[in-house]
């Protein structure tokens, strides 16, 4: 393990992932209740060639007032929302430079059937973690443990948004604080260098 432990929700935006390898060892609460505060855990946006989506995995749970921990927080197949998500990123990134390099290995993720919603954000981490060759290390870690020390992830953090090739950039400009999706199809494992850049 490298670098102070931060403690953290899981989220698929640029600035968190920017704060995390900034950060290079990442704790997430597993016996985390208070969801609500943040949705990044199961909402990400992509975009397009009609420009932003914000794409939600459902969840078998009331997230006003959600109080099951985040291991126990079970993913719905509502709506089909698998195949509908794998669509949406086809048709954004399935023109991007490094679509190719790892769709395989991404659309396995969302045919996977996973039950519990900790499952699929985990592997979706350790794929982009390896795939981009990012220098940080995550935990999974109940709050009695030692996550409930960590400062979090965020706090300290000087995040700003870099400008980085998008294929959608000349019909839209660029769009800052897309999910790690765009930046992984885009720049696949330069993208270090962007995230890096986002914490300076």
Not at 37 to 59: A, D, E, F
Request: glycine share 6%; hydrophobic share 40%; with cysteine.
């Amino acid at each position: 393990m490298t670098g102070t432990p931060r403690r953290a929700h899981f989220d698929y935006g640029l600035h968190w992932w920017a704060a995390a390898v900034a950060s290079r060892h990442v704790v997430i609460d597993t016996a985390e209740t208070r969801l609500p505060q943040r949705h990044g855990h199961h909402r990400y946006s992509v975009c397009g060639p009609n420009g932003v989506q914000q794409l939600t995995i459902p969840i078998k749970a009331d997230t006003r007032t959600m109080t099951t921990p985040l291991h126990e927080v079970l993913i719905s197949e509502h709506a089909n929302w698998r195949r509908v998500h794998w669509g949406a990123l086809y048709s954004a990134y399935g023109r991007s430079p490094y679509f190719d390099y790892v769709a395989d290995e991404l659309e396995a993720i969302f045919n996977g059937r996973q039950l519990r919603l900790l499952d699929f954000d985990r592997q979706v981490q350790e794929l982009v973690t390896q795939f981009m060759q990012l220098p940080v290390t995550f935990d999974y870690l109940p709050l009695d443990q030692s996550a409930a020390n960590c400062p979090t992830l965020l706090d300290t953090q000087n995040i700003h948004d870099v400008n980085y090739y998008q294929v959608w950039a000349s019909r839209h400009g660029f769009v800052p604080n897309l999910s790690i999706f765009d930046l992984m199809m885009n720049q696949g494992p330069e993208g270090i260098f962007t995230l890096l850049k986002m914490a300076e």
